[in-house]
């Protein structure tokens, strides 16, 4: 009944030529139908240079994976976009990220990377509201 979308990494052949899939960009679901719009390399051209990194740099991103039963796709992925917001046992988290999307039964699984957002200090919070009044107020401290 459904089709499975493709993986990252995943070899595939658009309009007859080889691409690599790389990366998931976005999706959208319209009625019965999922539509992924994914970044591909070609993998028929060879004149090109990799600047791929020799190393990773440390990241505080988090996996997140959500399965959503068929009945519900329509009310629940909208809300989980590329910079959506989520509270996770507390923690906030923005989505940056698609790494997966599939199926699992008529079930959609997406997994995604999310890093933490993180509140200012109270003191730079209580000097910009302080800086924000003054403008309303047009002060200034001599």
């Known amino acids: 009944m459904f089709k499975q979308p493709y993986k990252v990494g995943q070899t595939v052949e658009v309009r007859g030529e080889p691409m690599l899939v790389l990366g998931i960009e976005n999706f959208e679901i319209f009625s019965e139908m999922i539509l992924v719009r994914y970044t591909c390399q070609r993998l028929n051209q060879k004149d090109f240079v990799s600047k791929a990194k020799a190393y990773r740099e440390p990241s505080s991103n988090i996996e997140m994976v959500i399965e959503i039963p068929h009945k519900e796709w329509k009310e629940t992925v909208p809300g989980i976009r590329l910079g959506s917001i989520h509270s ?14 599939a199926l699992k039964s008529t079930d959609l699984v997406i997994d995604m990377l999310a890093r933490p957002v993180y509140p200012v200090d109270r003191n730079t919070a209580k000097s910009k509201l302080l800086d924000e009044r003054r403008k309303k107020l047009k002060l200034e401290i001599v």
């Open 88 to 101: 996770i046992k507390g923690d906030i988290y923005k989505v940056t990220e698609y790494t997966g999307i």
